[in-house]
């Protein structure tokens, strides 16, 4: 299904079947969220099934990319069904598996595991990397599971490995399920093969403000950039709170929603926001990171484009 285009986040979709680029929500998954309490370091499962898709384990060194907050990450590869029985009914923040899937079930070493046949699920949050992923993520939601982030069909590897690891870093950030699903799909083709069964809201560690943030960058001419900085809220903090993001030397307060300010900046300004943490930055329609961008030489292809 093809839901209509509007402004908001995230769109939701409670008729029959799947929405594209949107999230199914069910009554039971929303009311898990608001249950749920987390402590302690945030336990993360990378599961590696497919032995050409190994290139996107190394997901495991974005999760905890934070400082101040405490991450376990374990790797696991080529999981019987037994193993990958034990890991879903384990109590983790979140599951990234990495594999195929097909109507059978997930893909073990030994065959293939089908999430329905599962009695209770204890992990919060999913992702599941593979090729029409979703009855399996739906099935995951029905037996305990809060949310996650699956495909309504095929997937090429390495469009898949790229996904995971934008996906990997999102959720680090703070960002919800349905925040990260709303910049993939901003930002690549194959984003639209994506969608979220069970609560779009989930998160799996906090932001540093009142919202997660993405820098959009255009350039204008040498030392002049256009930046717009987008709010994506998450339930740590309401819908409508305040957000005042330091960009220039004009402070303003803005709702933490949408497009949160606009303003033509020099380089030295810009780099001075984006030193205040890692945050996703899009220029010209492509996907990076702050943390890319600062530095010497951080700016100069942007520039080089301008």
Request: glycine fraction near 10%; aromatic fraction near 6%.
């Amino acid at each position: 299904m093809n839901p209509p285009s509007t402004g908001s986040i995230t769109h939701l979709w409670f008729n029959d079947g799947y929405p594209i680029a949107g999230a199914k929500p069910t009554l039971d998954a929303c009311q898990r969220r608001l249950d749920a309490h987390s402590s302690g370091p945030i336990d993360v499962a990378v599961i590696s099934n497919a032995p050409e898709m190994h290139d996107e384990t190394d997901v495991a060194d974005l999760y905890g990319m934070r400082d101040l907050i405490a991450f376990d990450v374990t790797v696991y590869e080529e999981c019987s069904q037994t193993a990958l029985r034990e890991i879903l009914m384990t109590e983790y923040d979140l599951i990234h598996y990495i594999g195929h899937v097909t109507d059978e079930g997930l893909q073990c070493d030994d065959g293939w595991l089908d999430a329905a046949t599962l009695d209770h699920v204890e992990t919060r949050a999913f992702i599941l990397n593979g090729c029409r992923s979703v009855d399996q993520g739906m099935a995951l939601v029905e037996s305990g599971a809060i949310g996650g982030l699956c495909t309504l069909s095929g997937v090429a590897n390495t469009s898949a490995t790229d996904i995971g690891r934008t996906v990997a870093r999102l959720l680090n950030a703070g960002f919800s399920l349905g925040g990260s699903l709303d910049i993939i799909t901003d930002t690549s083709v194959t984003g639209y093969q994506y969608m979220v069964v069970g609560d779009p809201r989930l998160t799996i560690t906090t932001c540093k403000g009142t919202a997660a943030t993405l820098a959009e960058i255009h350039s204008i001419e040498k030392d002049q950039y256009k930046v717009s900085i987008h709010g994506f809220p998450a339930p740590s903090t309401s819908l409508g709170a305040l957000s005042m993001p330091y960009l220039g030397n004009e402070k303003e307060y803005s709702l933490n929603s949408g497009q949160l300010v606009t303003k033509t900046v020099t380089t030295a300004e810009l780099q001075a926001h984006l030193e205040l943490g890692r945050v996703p930055v899009r220029h010209e329609g492509t996907l990076t990171w702050s943390d890319m961008l600062t530095g010497e030489e951080g700016l100069s292809n942007i520039e080089s484009q301008g």
